[in-house]
Nanobody, 124 residues
Framework: QVQLVESGGGLVQAGGSLRLSCAAS????????MGWFRQAPGKERQFVAS????????SYADSVKGRFTISRDNAKNTVYLQMNTLKPEETAVYYC?????????????????WGQGTQVTVSS
């Protein structure tokens, strides 16, 4: 079992920045692939970004390319999501996810482990 704890959410004005963190613990491969998803009220959870376990190869949703950056600190078992130029429509609960594979995924079904989520609210 893998436990994931997100932090760093909050309230920010449009155009502002936030950095989310996700600390992983428990049984997992030494370098699990990690991802970030988000779910706005009344909408389905959607892929935001992912990073593979060994090479650190990243993938992004088209809507966040150039503004969001996913990174990881393997020594701390932590993955980050730097979010810049945030938009009000990006208000959502942001979830961290992990999978016991060095190959990253971009779909919900590809990640068996999930955190509880952290609220990000972007005011206009």
């Amino acid at each position: 079992q893998v436990q994931l704890v997100e932090s760093g959410g909050g309230l920010v004005q449009a155009g502002g920045s936030l950095r989310l963190s996700c600390a992983a613990s428990g049984r997992a491969s030494s370098r699990p692939s990690m991802g970030w998803f988000r779910q706005a009220p009344g909408k389905e959870r959607q892929f935001v970004a992912s990073i593979s376990g060994i090479s650190g190869t990243t993938s992004y949703a088209d809507s966040v390319k150039g503004r969001f950056t996913i990174s990881r600190d393997n020594a701390k078992n932590t993955v980050y999501l730097q979010m810049n130029t945030l938009k009000p429509e990006e208000t959502a609960v942001y979830y961290c996810a992990a999978r016991g594979s060095i190959v990253a995924a971009t779909t919900l079904s590809g990640f068996p482990y999930w955190g509880q989520g952290t609220q990000v609210t972007v005011s206009s």
